[in-house]
């Protein structure tokens, strides 16, 4: 019998967490759910405990693979579901108490997509509870959905409905924003969403990898390498030109002011022309220059914010990435 919903759940590194994320999975799911655990060449014990997990539930299934990334581990499970419904949860990640008996009576509608909030340790629950007979009914609040916040572009939070992403595939090629490109590409004529206004998927904030703890410096090129599948998205709602090249601007500063911020505030193996070719990248943008300005004007410690602003003004790259080589680097080299 063909499972009613396939949980994806690539697992690298993650014996300390991975226990909670199944255990989170499994207590409150139905008979017809089955769970993929996709073993991405984990040099720990986490494997190990995969197979645990299938000797003990008969509703789990282990791939076991040489280590190729997380969007080559999550094709891998999307080429093996089984399930009506497709949902993505990373294995450092839970699901709250009340996730399936939540969401599991808006399958009768046979929705494409359920969309849902994700808990946040700084902000309550954003969506309400609402049937769009199309995604496009979101369009008032496309900066919203698409750059401000991550619902649109984020695996998590979601069910998808296994026909609605066909062959579409996470692309291996990209090390960040592979799971917006995946949805961008999707969502597009996405009829029959449920919105469903409860926090339901637990993320791991603190998780050493994730983007607000490390340090990495290609935000903007991965915003080019997306821009095109971004805007394929909006012209396939009939969304004007000038309105695109609006959202896209909107875009290009929210992952400058990104990048800004983790270069200011993350440590990392850097050089200081590593920092300088970083940040000479964002002052030679001017929609880059206007959000970190814009940006920096509410940051509350107003006299270092100041000088920041003043070079960024100046185009002054090198008193910046200096600054921010000394405060965060590990290693203090200055060539790459």
Known sequence: MEPLLSVIVPVYRAEDTLTRCVNSILSHAPENLELILVDDGSPDASGTLCDAFA???GRVRVIHQPNA?????????????????????????WL????YPTLLPYLAQNPRLVLFDTKSPDATPQLSD?????????????????????????PWGKLYHREQIGGV????SLAINEDILFNLQVLPHCTGVQLVGKALYGYNWEQDGSLSRRLRTDLMQAERYTRPAFC????????SPQRIETLVQARVRHAAVTQFGLLMGRKGAL??????RSVGTLLQNPQAVTGITQWLKADPNRWMALAYRICVKLGWSLPIASWFWLKGSTSHRLFD
Do not use: H, K, M
Not at 75 to 88: E, M, P
Not at 232 to 239: D, I, P, V
Not at 271 to 276: A, C, E, H
């Open 55 to 57: 000797a003990q539930d």
């Open 169 to 172: 595939r996470f692309d291996t």
């Open 96 to 99: 709250e108490p009340d996730c």
């Open 69 to 93: 990334g997380v969007s080559a581990a999550r094709n891998r499970g999307l080429d093996t579901a089984r399930g009506r419904y497709i949902q993505f949860v990373d294995a450092d990640d």
């Open 232 to 239: 394929a998205f909006l012209e396939s709602y009939q969304e």
């Open 271 to 276: 050089s200081l022309v590593g920092y300088l």
């Open 130 to 154: 609402q049937w769009l007979e199309s995604l496009g009914q979101l369009s008032p609040q496309w900066q919203w959905y698409l750059v401000d916040t991550s619902y649109l572009a984020s």
